[in-house]
């Protein structure tokens, strides 16, 4: 193909096409990165974690900590703003399926509550620096602000009695009236 332009720069038709065939390219070649539904965590990570999440806020008269999104919270957190913690989460993970697997035989995902309960209790004291990360990571998806990928419906929000905070720019006016005055 000849281009048509002085100097062999491309002509408009010539830059799309390669911008399409590089397009195309970074599609077949390259890999996400994700690993089954989640940004970071496994779907065994997922389990895991899942059964620790939920042992430090199980359901009662309202919804556990995974049914609330916490999971989700914490795996985007994991590729954003906690990034730093992605190997303290691996190896804690990691620790807590293989002392489970040990003491029960099963992974911790895959135990009855009592057993998990138990678990997470010797997890708490066999790696504390672990368990105190995941406990906070825990409460801030379950009580934060939706927005982070945790709280799901504002449900803790509702079980306290707190009002979901207006959106920004909107409390003053009613969409249906205009400006208020």
């Known amino acids: 193909m000849q281009s048509s332009t002085k100097g062999g720069a ?15 390219a ?15 965590l496994s779907d065994e990570q997922a389990g895991t974690l899942g059964a620790i999440c939920d042992q430090i806020i199980p359901a009662d008269g309202f919804p556990n900590a995974t049914q609330v999104g916490v999971l989700n919270y914490i795996d985007k957190q994991l590729v954003r703003p906690y990034r730093r913690h992605q190997d303290a989460y691996r190896d804690g993970l990691q620790k807590s399926d293989a002392s489970s697997r040990k003491r029960f035989g099963k992974g911790l995902a895959e135990l ?35 927005r ?17 905070p207006p959106v920004r720019g909107r409390a003053q006016y009613d969409l249906g009236k205009g400006p208020q005055s």
Not at 122 to 135: D, K, N
């Open 112 to 146: 009855a509550l009592a057993q998990q309960l138990e678990a997470v209790t010797a997890i708490s004291s066999e790696q504390p620096e672990f368990f105190e990360l995941v406990r906070s990571h825990t409460f801030q998806g379950y009580y934060g602000s939706p």
């Open 10 to 24: 491309l002509t408009r038709r010539q830059f799309v096409a390669a911008g399409a065939t590089g397009s195309v």
């Open 26 to 40: 970074a599609v077949i070649g390259c890999k996400s990165g994700r690993q089954g539904n989640w940004e970071f």
């Open 148 to 164: 982070h990928g945790g709280n799901r419906d504002a449900v803790s929000w509702k079980m306290l009695g707190v009002p979901e």
